[in-house]
């Protein structure tokens, strides 16, 4: 028998779960680490206690599953992105708090950079912001004594969480980053395919900091968990999270598209070996090397889906549990022109308004609980129909299916609504844990255990449009009249 171990390493928890020779799930553990937020609002995570929960959760995973150590062929890793962290280069401890990607710290030095931006886009596809870790890490640069004279003097490593992982778990011998990683620090270029001298300087970042970039699937370095296997085993994978559930999906070619539904949303679609620079709002990313060819994706993120449900419940006080949404939606008036608009936060892709706020639109007399809630579930839709309908636009892309995963996407009333906004079949898989099965699968045929057609064991539940093209589009255009009533009333 073989086994794999993926590592999903994500912004409130790390998983740690067992495959099998057949791509199947036999185990599964998981640890949280705390969420250090502090009065400015900074965030936080302690890089030390997401390094000891991971060799507890691999030991946890090999005495609850019963599977012998010398079983194991490998492992993956998927990670939470652009959070970003520097360590010590000898002791591969971590000299500051990891800073998360939520964490806006470097506002004020990307607003310093203001005229620079044209040239951040071009060379990296992203639009300058302090969600990247090119601010982040500059932040810690600036702010951190002795930490810029400790880098220049080429004594500390600069990373996100996948290098600092894969640099602990093999003893220092590697200090690697995958592209799909790399291609969110907005300091990779991504047409020349390396890190950019004139962004590292921009930034201040030393380039004898960053990592060797290495293909998603070529190998990171050898591990045995500090002890705990008997030999070292090839970390055959490394993935961003939202990549390597695009992987899972098995959008491997251009213009298949995923969406996920968390707190938020990333909406990625492949675009080919050739990326496309967004002039209407997007991003564009490497999704992976594979095969030592490269895939570009299109991607837009909405800052609340899922959590639009959780304010509906536990603020809102309109639904009892997540499930009651689609209970409530199917008995709302289908007559009324409620429409929420969820900037809690400002509004993301495509707008890019911060100055923003929330509100329901169109309300009478006759909305009442039911309508409000069906306004909620139809915001996530709307939202996530904006940036697909941009997409299709900028690839010039006609036709689409939209494969989904997420907590969001078991309720069946939102899954159809989707549907019938984006004229689209909506497909819903019956496995979990996407970003594993992503690293899991792609380790695997690397290290020849799994045939590379084993996505076409992935079963989906699918949902076909159903509604009227004049109801979908009157339906649409509330919703955009909404926003626009919400951009309007922005600050001026």
């Given at each position: 028998?073989?086994?794999?171990?993926?590592i999903?390493?994500?912004?409130?928890?790390?998983?740690?779960?067992?495959?099998?020779?057949?791509?199947?799930?036999?185990k599964?553990?998981?640890?949280?680490?705390?969420?250090?937020?502090?009065?400015?609002?900074?965030?936080e995570?302690?890089?030390?206690?997401?390094?000891?929960?991971?060799?507890?959760?691999?030991?946890?995973?090999?005495e609850?599953?019963?599977v012998?150590?010398?079983?194991?062929?490998?492992a993956?890793?998927?990670?939470?992105?652009?959070?970003?962290?520097?360590?010590?280069?000898?002791?591969?401890?971590?000299i500051?708090?990891?800073?998360?990607?939520?964490?806006?710290?470097?506002?004020?030095?990307?607003?310093?950079l203001?005229?620079?931006?044209?040239?951040?886009?071009?060379k990296?596809?992203?639009?300058?912001?302090?969600?990247?870790?090119?601010?982040k890490?500059?932040?810690?640069?600036?702010?951190?004594?002795?930490?810029?004279?400790?880098?220049?003097?080429?004594?500390l490593c600069?990373?996100?969480?996948?290098?600092?992982?894969?640099?602990?778990?093999?003893?220092?011998?590697?200090?690697?980053?995958?592209?799909?990683?790399?291609?969110?620090?907005?300091?990779?270029?991504?047409?020349?395919?390396?890190?950019?001298?004139?962004?590292?300087?921009?930034?201040?970042?030393?380039?004898?900091?960053?990592?060797?970039?290495?293909?998603?699937?070529?190998?990171?370095?050898?591990?045995?968990?500090?002890?705990?296997?008997?030999?070292?085993?090839?970390?055959?994978?490394?993935?961003g999270?939202?990549?390597?559930?695009?992987?899972?999906?098995?959008?491997?070619?251009?213009g298949?598209?995923?969406?996920?539904?968390?707190?938020?949303?990333?909406?990625?679609?492949?675009?080919?070996?050739?990326?496309?620079?967004?002039?209407?709002?997007?991003?564009?990313?490497?999704?992976?090397?594979?095969?030592?060819?490269?895939?570009?994706?299109?991607?837009?993120n909405?800052n609340?889906?899922?959590?639009?449900?959780?304010?509906?419940?536990?603020?809102?006080?309109?639904?009892?549990?997540?499930?009651?949404?689609?209970?409530?939606?199917?008995?709302?008036?289908?007559?009324?022109?409620?429409?929420?608009?969820?900037?809690?936060?400002?509004?993301?892709?495509?707008?890019?308004?911060?100055?923003?706020?929330?509100?329901?639109?169109?309300?009478?007399?006759?909305?009442?609980?039911?309508?409000?809630?069906?306004a909620?579930?139809?915001a996530?839709?709307?939202?996530?129909?904006?940036?697909?309908?941009?997409?299709?636009?900028?690839?010039?892309?006609?036709?689409?299916?939209?494969?989904?995963?997420?907590?969001?996407s078991?309720?069946?009333?939102?899954?159809?609504?989707?549907?019938?906004?984006?004229?689209?079949?909506?497909?819903?898989?019956?496995?979990?844990?996407?970003?594993?099965?992503?690293?899991?699968?792609?380790?695997?045929?690397?290290?020849?255990?799994?045939?590379?057609?084993?996505?076409?064991?992935?079963?989906?539940?699918?949902?076909?449009?159903?509604?009227?093209?004049?109801?979908?589009?009157?339906?649409?255009?509330?919703?955009?009249?909404?926003?626009?009533?919400?951009?309007?009333?922005?600050?001026?």
């Amino acid at each position: 028998m073989a086994y794999l171990v993926a590592i999903d390493q994500s912004t409130q928890s790390t998983k740690v779960l067992l495959f099998d020779g057949e791509g199947r799930i036999l185990k599964r553990v998981d640890r949280p680490h705390r969420q250090i937020i502090d009065e400015r609002g900074y965030v936080e995570h302690d890089p030390e206690e997401i390094w000891q929960n991971l060799l507890l959760l691999v030991r946890e995973l090999i005495e609850k599953s019963g599977v012998s150590p010398r079983e194991i062929r490998g492992a993956g890793i998927s990670n939470q992105r652009e959070t970003a962290l520097m360590w010590d280069r000898h002791t591969g401890k971590s000299i500051y708090n990891a800073v998360v990607w939520q964490c806006a710290r470097g506002e004020k030095i990307c607003e310093s950079l203001s005229g620079k931006a044209g040239i951040v886009q071009e060379k990296t596809g992203l639009r300058l912001s302090p969600y990247f870790s090119a601010a982040k890490l500059a932040w810690i640069l600036q702010n951190v004594p002795g930490v810029r004279e400790r880098a220049e003097n080429g004594d500390l490593c600069c990373g996100t969480m996948d290098s600092f992982l894969v640099y602990r778990l093999t003893g220092g011998r590697s200090f690697r980053t995958d592209y799909s990683n790399a291609s969110r620090t907005q300091l990779f270029n991504i047409h020349t395919l390396e890190w950019d001298r004139e962004l590292l300087d921009l930034f201040g970042i030393p380039q004898a900091c960053m990592p060797q970039v290495t293909g998603s699937d070529e190998g990171l370095g050898e591990t045995d968990f500090e002890g705990i296997l008997p030999s070292p085993v090839p970390i055959y994978c490394v993935m961003g999270d939202s990549h390597a559930a695009l992987f899972a999906q098995g959008c491997l070619e251009r213009g298949m598209l995923k969406v996920g539904y968390g707190t938020g949303s990333s909406i990625m679609m492949n675009i080919g070996e050739s990326p496309i620079l967004s002039r209407l709002g997007l991003v564009t990313s490497l999704a992976w090397k594979l095969k030592g060819r490269v895939n570009y994706i299109l991607e837009g993120n909405v800052n609340y889906s899922g959590a639009i449900v959780t304010w509906l419940k536990d603020q809102a006080g309109l639904l009892e549990s997540a499930k009651e949404s689609a209970i409530l939606a199917e008995k709302a008036n289908p007559l009324d022109k409620t429409v929420l608009v969820p900037a809690f936060s400002g509004l993301g892709a495509p707008y890019w308004r911060s100055d923003v706020s929330a509100a329901f639109v169109g309300m009478s007399r006759a909305t009442g609980r039911a309508e409000l809630v069906k306004a909620g579930l139809e915001a996530i839709a709307f939202q996530i129909t904006d940036i697909v309908r941009l997409m299709q636009q900028e690839a010039g892309i006609n036709q689409v299916e939209v494969r989904v995963d997420g907590g969001p996407s078991r309720n069946p009333w939102l899954m159809q609504f989707q549907s019938d906004m984006l004229k689209a079949p909506v497909l819903v898989p019956d496995a979990e844990e996407l970003s594993c099965v992503g690293v899991a699968y792609a380790a695997g045929i690397a290290v020849g255990l799994y045939p590379e057609d084993i996505f076409e064991r992935n079963h989906y539940h699918i949902y076909h449009p159903k509604m009227e093209e004049a109801k979908r589009e009157a339906r649409y255009a509330l919703w955009q009249e909404a926003v626009q009533r919400v951009l309007g009333n922005g600050a001026r």
